[in-house]
């Protein structure tokens, strides 16, 4: 049996970002997210931040030329689609979709954070897989 530590998944997203306090920043006050550990580099640059979104946690690290920024897209499932994409627009992010109700059950808005990361914004319809 695999051990992951209390909060963790088995898979953990872990982002490499410039100006990873700005990116942590944009998770917190954008997205909800919850600050539960920051370790700081000797020249006070991320070297490890976990952040609790919902009951997934997300890695965060200064970018460095061993370790360049990486953006990805993340599918984020929240309460409320219209509200979530309301507060990532008014944290800096850029619209790439309207919140609109898609056919797999899903109401759904995307947004790009400033540091190129897409994260599509979805509340869930219906109880149930995918279908």
């Known amino acids: 049996m695999t051990r992951t530590p209390p909060g963790f998944q088995q898979l953990t997203p872990y982002a490499f970002m410039r100006d990873a306090d700005a990116f942590v920043r944009f998770l917190v006050d954008g997205l909800g997210a919850q600050l539960q550990l920051c370790h700081r580099r000797p ?3 991320i070297a490890n931040a976990q952040l609790q979104l919902g009951d997934s946690m997300l890695m965060v690290s200064e970018a460095s030329a061993d370790y360049p920024p990486m953006p990805a897209s993340y599918y984020l499932f ?3 689609a219209h509200a979530a994409m309301a507060r990532a627009l008014a ?3 850029q619209p790439v979709m309207a ?3 898609m056919p797999y059950g899903d109401r759904q808005g995307g947004v790009r954070d400033a540091h190129g990361n897409l994260w599509w914004l979805s509340q869930r ?3 149930g897989p995918y279908s």
């Open 99 to 101: 919140v609109a109700d």
């Open 78 to 80: 929240v309460d409320d």
């Open 91 to 93: 944290h800096g992010a």
């Open 43 to 45: 020249d006070s640059r």
């Open 125 to 127: 319809l219906v109880d």
